[in-house]
């Protein structure tokens, strides 16, 4: 289901114990509504021990020389993009309509391609998505909300 530059993002991120949950069209996905998206959105955790590791993922990951640094990814609502669609990796330190203490609180872990995941829970994926308002998010909150409703 992942692709290699994902799978080996997201056990980057699982082996430096970063706080994160995946967002966007792959929680989409796993809440039951498949459908194409061009990048995984990591939310992550902007306290300093946080920011510390994912300064290592990316050096690890081979993006070091880029001068992304701890404190990028201590600046609230911000965005780190590494990469093309279909291979784009977006690194969130905030989203809509959610606390990422709210978000990583109600997690769900997925195993996921020999790795256990955490993503955003389903209740908490549909409050962002009617919070961000876009037209895409809008046809997820459509989707979600009929999964929800049917069960």
Known sequence: MLNKNFREFLKLLI???????????YAVGIHGFPRYTGDIDIFVAIDRH???RLERVFED?????????EADFRQADSVIEIGREPNKIQVLTGIDGVAFATAYANRLEIDLDGLRVPFIGFDD???????????KDLIDVDEL???????
């Open 125 to 135: 994926l549909l409050e962002n998505k009617k919070a961000s308002g876009r037209n």
């Open 15 to 25: 082996d430096h114990d970063v706080k994160f949950v995946v967002v966007g069209g």
């Open 61 to 69: 990951f081979g993006f070091g020389q880029l001068g992304i640094s």
């Open 145 to 151: 909300t009929r999964i929800k409703r049917d069960g």
């Open 50 to 52: 946080n920011a510390s």
